[in-house]
């Protein structure tokens, strides 16, 4: 069984007119999903907003608290350059978090195999004590974290495909070594981390500018699969972030809705090998609207077929 997760409550988050991570994200998603037929027969939930305790396995106290003090009551408050708190931003990130708890359950309970979050705000970029990057809690840090509390597991693998490298996802992996990550990235760009990890349970498969999905799926075949197939995780998360498109405005990758759908394929066959294709999804970057929706679409397409 397949699970979709969204929310209107994810639309609540405002980074001000014209910010190219906007509530159309999610819309237009929700929309190309289902005209293409792919929801008709997926399980849909309703969302809890997580808890602050949730959130606190993750953020710190200070942190939250912060966050909760800047929430305006109207208008904005800018954060850093790029990401702004708004009157429901809190309302958003805490549905975005509740959803991927959510799947944590219907898949730990066997209600579902895979699971789809269209979600926003993005999450990978948030750090322990920093909100950066568009992102302000950071969504599937909280879910592992969960699922390593609540179900006893012992490994999980995180696996990355934004453009942008998940400074925040790898913030958390450093303090939690029953998560291994690996993350594949445009080289130069933000948030502009090095390119090679001296962690163990990481791996950073950086794409020099201009990178084609051959590339792509080479650095993922050479190295990236087989670091979380050594891990043998009892389940995956995925960070899926689509602008790597050709056609995203953020970044200078050249990968297509195609490579997307191999991607996937692939991954779901290490997942039916290693954790019983145990795999939740969860939305991260994509600014153009239409190649976001055709991405997500061929995304989910391969999470469904196996
Ligand atoms: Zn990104």
Redesign the pocket.
């Known amino acids: 069984m397949f699970l979709y997760l969204s929310s209107p409550h994810c639309q609540q988050h405002s980074n001000g007119w014209g910010h190219p991570e906007n509530a159309q994200r999610v819309v237009q998603i929700g929309q190309a999903l289902s005209e293409a037929d792919l929801l008709n027969n997926a399980l849909q939930k309703t969302i809890q907003p997580t808890t602050e305790e949730d959130v606190l396995r993750v953020h710190s106290p200070t942190f939250w608290e912060t966050l909760k003090k800047h929430l305006p009551e109207s208008g904005f408050v800018k954060i850093d350059d790029d990401t702004s708190l708004s009157p429901g931003s809190l309302e958003s990130a805490l549905t975005a978090s509740g959803a991927v708890l959510t799947a944590v359950d219907a898949i730990m309970n066997q209600e579902a195999n895979q699971a789809f979050c269209n979600i926003r705000p993005?999450g990978?970029?948030a750090e322990r004590n920093r909100p950066m990057?568009?992102c302000l809690i950071n969504h599937i840090a909280i879910g592992a974290a969960y699922a390593l509390e609540k179900y006893s597991l012992e490994r999980i693998a995180i696996v990355d495909f934004?453009?942008?490298h998940g400074n925040g996802t790898e913030d958390y992996v450093a303090r939690e070594h029953r998560v291994a990550y690996v993350s594949s990235?445009e080289e130069n760009i933000?948030p502009f981390t090095n390119p090679v990890s001296d962690l163990n349970n990481m791996l950073k498969l950086p794409l020099k500018s201009h990178s084609d999905g051959h590339a792509f799926l080479k650095a993922w075949h050479d190295s990236g699969f087989d670091f979380v197939r050594q891990f043998k995780p009892q389940l995956i998360f995925i960070s899926a972030?689509f602008?790597?498109h050709k056609q995203d405005p953020?970044?200078n990758l050249n990968l297509t809705e195609q490579d997307f759908y191999n991607w996937t394929q692939q991954l779901m066959q290490l997942a039916h090998e290693v954790c019983e294709g145990k795999v939740i999804s969860v939305l991260?970057?994509?600014?153009d609207l239409k190649a976001l929706a055709e991405s997500a679409t061929a995304h989910v397409k391969a999470l469904q077929a196996l």
């Open positions: 993005p990978h970029h990057g568009f934004d453009v942008h990235f933000f972030g602008d790597a953020l970044a991260e970057g994509g600014y």
